[in-house]
């Protein structure tokens, strides 16, 4: 779950997203915990929950969600965009039938891992989907979590949409004729991440965004003023910390992104899917956190647990959102 990124990012074009570097701090030195708190599936993003859903439950619903969303089902080749230690790909192949499935990750650990599985029909590369080359074309694309590792919150909008168009661009020429994309992502509601963090929470809409309150930013009480200053510390310190060199869309960025690509099949903003799944995580991380302060030290747990309350937090209040989106080649 990523919160913020205020992390200076390189704008040639070479910049191809989140650093090795940093992937590798999150990923395998602060996996070493999340893998304590995330179940035997070890599915890192928000679940689809129905009530009285399990952790487990709720991220298996999820991994079908996508596959049946992206037209997977049966399909001879599919790529899994940000594959994290593998779970859609097992998923696809056992349960949904798939033949090959291709998962990039640039986690050296993650990669590894999946290796170890020597699970059927499953390939992994250790690469950046900016430098990925197909041996063929792929009937679909997930990408579940994996967006908010292409741009950086110091892009001016225009830049950030440029990074996702190249993604789309390259999607378009990946997939074939008709085939789709199976998106999600933690997004910040349609104001943007410092308008999302800073002006007051305004009720909550049915589609998951906050809605409009009528209050204006000159008369705002001291209460506001105070947590939005909160708010971009704690968003700094996640960015910092936990997730650095990341940044979440809004909604719009993603739909100009993909203009002239791709047909936007379906948009649903789940942000009480994200309340539960990380309410669970802490749960369990607060359960784990000794055995987690010796496998990466008790700071970097505590680091974690207050990303993860930060997040809940905004989650709650509609500052963000889990927005899925399922996209079809034009």
């Not at 694309?141 to 440029?162: K, L, S, Y």
């Not at 909160?230 to 979440?248: D, I, M, Q, T, Y």
């Not at 002239?260 to 899917?273: M, P, T, Y």
Request: aromatic share 10%.
């Amino acid at each position: 779950m990523v919160l913020f990124g205020a992390k200076k990012t390189t704008k040639s074009p070479g910049y191809k997203g989140t650093s090795l570097e940093a992937i590798r701090h999150h990923y395998d030195f602060l996996g070493d915990f999340y893998r304590l708190i995330l179940g035997p599936e070890l599915v890192y993003s928000f679940g689809m929950w129905e009530p009285g859903d399990t952790l487990e439950a709720a991220q298996l619903r999820k991994l079908d969600h996508h596959a049946e969303a992206a037209h997977a089902v049966g399909a001879a080749r599919v790529l899994d965009v940000g594959c994290g230690w593998g779970s859609l790909m097992k998923r696809l192949v056992e349960t949904h039938h798939v033949q090959h499935v291709v998962g990039l990750t640039m986690s050296p650990g993650q990669a590894a891992w999946i290796r170890d599985q020597k699970w059927p029909g499953c390939e992994v590369r250790a690469e950046n989907w900016y430098d990925h080359e197909p041996d063929g074309p792929y009937d679909a694309i997930v990408a579940i979590e994996a967006i908010e590792h292409f741009a950086g919150n110091t892009m001016w909008r225009a830049q950030r949409v440029a990074r996702y168009r190249e993604f789309f661009l390259r999607c378009h020429s990946w997939l074939r004729p008709g085939g789709r994309i199976s998106l999600q992502v933690n997004a910040w509601n349609e104001r943007g991440w410092f308008a999302s963090l800073v002006l007051p929470v305004r009720p909550v809409t049915r589609n998951g965004d906050a809605g409009d309150s009528g209050r204006l930013w000159g008369v705002r009480g001291i209460r506001d003023i105070y947590d939005g200053v909160k708010n971009v510390r704690e968003g700094l310190h996640a960015s910092r910390k936990v997730f650095p060199e990341c940044s979440l869309p809004t909604r719009a960025e993603l739909i100009e992104a993909g203009q002239g690509l791709f047909r936007v099949l379906e948009v649903r903003s789940d942000r009480e899917d994200g309340v539960r799944t990380v309410q669970s995580w802490l749960e369990r991380g607060e359960a784990n956190r000794a055995r987690g302060a010796e496998l990466i030290g008790e700071r970097a747990v505590a680091d974690i647990l207050r990303e993860q309350r930060a997040g809940l937090k905004f989650l709650r209040e509609g500052r963000s959102t889990s927005l899925r989106m399922v996209l079809e080649r034009e």
